[in-house]
DNA sequence: CCTTGACCTTCCCATGATGGGAAGCCCCAT
DNA sequence: ATGGGGCTTCCCATCATGGGAAGGTCAAGG
């Protein structure tokens, strides 16, 4: 596929109608325009860019629609960025804690080892943290 | 569940054998004894550090064995401090594209929009990059 | 003209970790 | 003993993607 996405993922697309249907020929081969690989090469880059497939949908409308304001464009965007960032922090914070753990563990043949005397503790006495709901209930 | 596991996910770990098949009352409800909910408290907590839970069956290996060597331990938390950061890495570069290409939109009512330009690119002429393989195919 | 191989199509299944919901038991308190 | 709130199993859905089977199509070479 000239787009970067592979025909499995057209199917798909098209199934949930992300895309529209594409051309077919007589005999039932997808025929793509210059605008379809255009536009397959726009999903491929927004996924790749982090948006959920879901989220390319309005990209692409806004996309089409030539008399969009670029404000909408740079809300989706800014949008994901938070989301991106609030991933990322949550992965940092995973990393920095078994970094801390891995620092303190000996790393030699003795079988005493913090990171596994962390795992088995009970986090929820541990870190009273923020308080999402009444965690009551799980 | 005092492990802070809900039972769907005790069950899934059952049955991929991540953990072994707790005991049973005479009429079929799970028995969990101080040992099991520790064990499953266990999960949770790696779980919630990153890993993967085909990994977890290596830690508990090691956990139940007094005889472990903490190193073997270290090994595991290092790699996936590694492979955290890796994804660190690039969703850091997604924020990044994604925050310089918002940057130079106007985000105002007109259409024009650098975001969208960006995304209709052929991304594979843009970065040569590295190379992976004979990337022809595809 | 017919075969062969490469490519396309659809359909079904799998992934990883989790939740939702239905149908049906079971247990305890009233 | 009855009702409500456990628990159980089984099936389906998620999200984006790939694998593989079965079958149609196309172009090139004999």
Redesign the interface.
Known sequence: ?AS?V?AKMIRYYEETGLIPQIKRSSSGYRVYSDRDV?ML??V???R???FPVEEIGG?LA??R???????D???L??E??AE??R??RA??E??S???T??NS?????????P??A???????LAKPRHRPEPTAA?
Do not use: N, Y
């Open positions: 596929m970067g592979s255009q090469r726009f491929r880059r927004a790749d860019l982090g990209l806004l996309w629609d030539k008399s969009r304001h670029s404000s464009v740079k809300q965007a800014t994901r960025i991106l960032q991933k990322i992965l940092e995973m990393a804690t078994l970094q753990l891995a563990c000996s790393g030699d043949s003795r079988p005493e080892c990171i596994l962390d795992l088995e503790k009970d986090e929820r799980r």
